[in-house]
């Protein structure tokens, strides 16, 4: 019996071809739209309300691909339009947005090697440039995770197998453990060691200097104060960088501190473990080839699609432990043997094959290409700090050590600063032509901007700030 017309029709190759090739015109035009921002807005806001009820009744009209398509286009944030300024996600390379729809062809799992083969063996070589390049060790070894927060949960669980006094896996925790992190930390730090049932007290929280950059100084008073309350310090969590600031904490400090109380050191990369691609700025990640785990993300400055991550040991084999305390038949064994033996080390179970998209970008384009493209990014983060620092009516919060820069408009009598740009970003947001994000910091509210498309410059930054500048006439 041959199978319902429905299915046959749902899976015809030659509907398949004729879709693809207008997909990828559509596609292309609008990459070419997007980066000439000759389309009115970045951001073509819509209420939660109307996307919902928009979504809704598009289902009801049973929808072609070419209709889904042109639709979702219409009703996103056009990453590529350099007027997108905002969030921390990059404008993927089309070679890479390719290999994205290759995986999605293939769609093997990556979990295990003999159900993924091209993916899992491409990982591994991944693995080794990305260590190469953060100067870790011929022992380092790692896994690409489903972005950074699964990345960070990954080394912190590694981390307490290793650490821990007691044998978690069998036995479960005892007392009660603890990592140190700045206040400045991404909030998935504090949430894994939520997850691990730390509690609040699982989490020591190390004060930033005015550059948001942790105070190392104040970490072994911090250190003593935890132990003395009876609590077992197994690790810090250094950033680098911060996600509000994009501020890099003092690794090496951080690494001669646990070095000398026998912690667990971890980076958190995710962001700007990047840099390690440039000969011009990986200066700003010294100290993090002393790592015991770092955390990284392709999809932010790398070109790479979401999501696309990776946590890599300084001893590939603490690998193996994060979810199991008794890997010491391993341990007999060299650090080549069991590579392959993927779901050993990772939480996912069935994982996408993201290795092929970064595989795309660091082998197809070459090391040169990601050194252009992170030398671009944080050239033209000079330009708009330049851009805010000339005009009188706008503060920087502080001086940029990455692409992220975190600045307001100073209203010009004793208004509430917060509420005033607040107000302002929403005008920006509702107008749709820029997109920058905004946070809080020490309670305060700063207008925040990510320079994460190449093609991004001083015409969009003049643009921006001067629309803001109108808007503050507007509603003043
Ligand atoms: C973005 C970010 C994360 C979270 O990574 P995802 O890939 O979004 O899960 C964690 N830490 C830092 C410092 C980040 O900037």
Redesign the pocket.
């Known amino acids: 019996m041959p199978p319902d017309p429905i299915l046959t029709h749902a899976y015809d190759p030659e509907r398949f071809r004729a879709s693809a090739h207008q997909l990828v015109d559509l596609l292309a035009d609008e990459l070419a739209a997007n980066l000439s921002a000759t389309q009115s807005q970045s951001l073509p806001w819509q209420t939660p309300q109307q996307s919902e009820a928009f979504w809704r009744d598009l289902a009801t009209q049973a929808p072609s691909i070419m209709d889904i398509a042109r639709t979702v286009l219409q009703r996103s944030v056009r990453i590529s339009d350099p007027r997108f300024i905002g969030h921390?996600i990059c404008t993927p390379i089309p070679d890479a947005i390719l290999a994205g729809f290759l995986t999605d062809f293939v769609n093997n799992g990556s979990g295990v090697y003999e159900m993924g083969m091209a993916g899992v063996a491409m990982e591994r070589w991944i693995m080794d440039q990305v260590a190469q390049r953060l100067d870790l060790p011929e022992t380092a070894a790692g896994v690409m995770t489903?972005?950074?927060?699964?990345?960070?949960l990954t080394a912190l669980l590694c981390a307490r197998s290793v650490k821990s006094p007691t044998d978690v896996w069998k036995s479960g925790t005892s007392g009660q453990l603890a990592i140190m992190v700045s206040e400045q930390?991404?909030y998935?730090?504090r949430r894994a060691a939520g997850i691990m049932g730390w509690g609040e007290s699982g989490i020591i929280t190390v004060p930033c200097n005015d550059r948001f950059s942790m105070s190392t100084d104040q970490l072994p008073e911090l250190y003593q104060q935890a132990t003395g309350r009876g609590i077992t310090v197994i690790g810090v969590v250094g950033?680098?960088?911060?996600?509000s600031t994009g501020a890099f904490d003092d690794l090496n400090a951080i690494a001669s501190f646990c070095r000398h109380h026998d912690l667990w050191f971890h980076v958190?990369?995710?962001?700007?473990a990047a840099l390690a691609f440039s000969d011009v700025h990986k200066g700003k990640l010294a100290g993090i080839e002393h790592a015991d785990s770092v955390?990284i993300?392709f999809?932010?400055m790398l070109m790479t699609p979401?999501?696309a991550?990776a946590v890599l040991f300084r001893r590939g084999l603490d690998g193996f432990r994060t979810f199991c305390q008794q890997a010491d038949y391993l341990f007999a064994e060299s650090n080549d043997a069991n590579w392959d033996d993927l779901a050993q080390r990772t939480f996912e179970c069935t994982k996408t094959m993201m290795a092929v998209k970064f595989y795309t970008v660091l082998a197809g384009g070459g090391p040169g290409l990601l050194a252009a493209n992170v030398d671009r990014l944080m050239a033209m983060t000079g330009e708009l700090v330049r851009e805010i620092q000339r005009r009188p009516a706008f503060e920087l919060a502080v001086q940029p050590q990455c692409n992220i820069v975190c600045f307001r408009h100073r209203h010009r009598s004793a208004i509430d600063l917060n509420d005033w740009n607040n107000r302002l970003r929403q005008r920006i947001i509702h107008r749709g032509e820029y997109y920058l994000v905004q946070t809080k910091l020490h309670g305060q509210t700063w207008l925040r901007c990510t320079v994460t498309n190449p093609m991004t410059g001083p015409k969009e930054f003049v643009g921006m700030l001067d629309q803001i500048e109108q808007i503050a006439t507007q509603i003043d």
Do not use: P, Y
């Open positions: 921390q489903s972005g950074g927060t699964l990345g960070n930390s991404h998935c730090v950033s680098a960088c911060g996600t958190d990369g995710a962001h700007g955390v993300d999809h932010k979401v999501l991550s």
